[in-house]
């Protein structure tokens, strides 16, 4: 199983700013790689996928970049409704498809 | 516009079975795969299982002693069979559908907690 782990835990960010989260997968995962973003009582929202295509209707300030082990996801100018979980999913070597253990994505 | 649904008990004994379903609008059950996630309270995600149109699925190693996922294409909607529950079970259920041929998921139903206890 392809374990993937996301840092920071907590990332305290004020809005304007620029957020740049990471993601690495425990082996390489090639561009198989998606983002999500999750807010307090919602389900899940694609963001990216193949490390860098962002999902239809996302915002051009959210990004991704990476292959193989190491991965980012970068929102350029924090907006008041960026604030949120976000996390990465494998879907190179499965089953089983994992995800990260998720960014929290704080007003600073 | 595609619409998932979950829908069953809230609660569960232990050591009993779990049982949800997920109905689906605005798409057909026979055109695309579908998957159950799951997210106990305060942690990260969990995928489950997939089916496929054919009836086929792909299942979770860890849970597929458990699990059996079902299509129903006259009701447009698929379930999820997870026995033996534990607390460790308890968590919030989502369907979603996957997106095209990529094992993503486009679409989410809201999502429906399920808590495991006497």
């Known amino acids: 199983e392809i374990v993937m782990t996301q840092s920071p835990a907590t990332l305290s960010v004020s809005p304007g700013e620029r957020a740049t989260l990471s993601c690495r997968a425990s082996?390489?995962?090639?561009?198989?790689l998606a983002w999500y973003q999750q807010k307090p009582g919602q389900a899940p929202r694609l963001l990216i996928y193949g490390a860098s295509t962002r999902a239809t209707g996302i915002p051009a300030r959210f990004s991704g970049s990476g292959s193989g082990t190491e991965f980012t996801l970068t929102i350029s100018s924090l907006q008041s409704e960026d604030f949120a979980i976000y996390y990465c999913q494998q879907y190179n070597n499965w089953p089983p498809l994992t995800f990260g253990g998720g960014t929290k994505v704080e007003i600073k | 516009q595609v619409q998932l649904q979950e829908s069953g008990p809230g609660l569960v004994k232990p050591s009993e079975t779990l049982s949800l379903t997920c109905n689906i609008s605005g798409a057909s059950i026979s055109s695309h795969y579908w998957s159950w996630i799951r997210q106990p309270p305060g942690e990260g995600l969990e995928w489950i299982g997939y089916?496929?149109?054919?009836?086929?699925?792909n299942y979770n190693p860890s849970l597929k002693s458990r699990v059996t996922i079902s299509l129903d294409t006259s009701k447009n909607q698929f379930s999820l069979k997870l026995i033996s529950v534990t607390a460790a079970d308890t968590a919030v259920y989502y369907c979603a559908r996957r997106a095209g041929s990529t094992p993503i998921f486009d679409y989410w139903g809201q999502g429906t907690l399920v808590t495991v206890s006497s």
């Open positions: 089916i496929y149109n054919s009836g086929n699925t």
């Open positions: 082996q390489s995962v090639s561009s198989n």
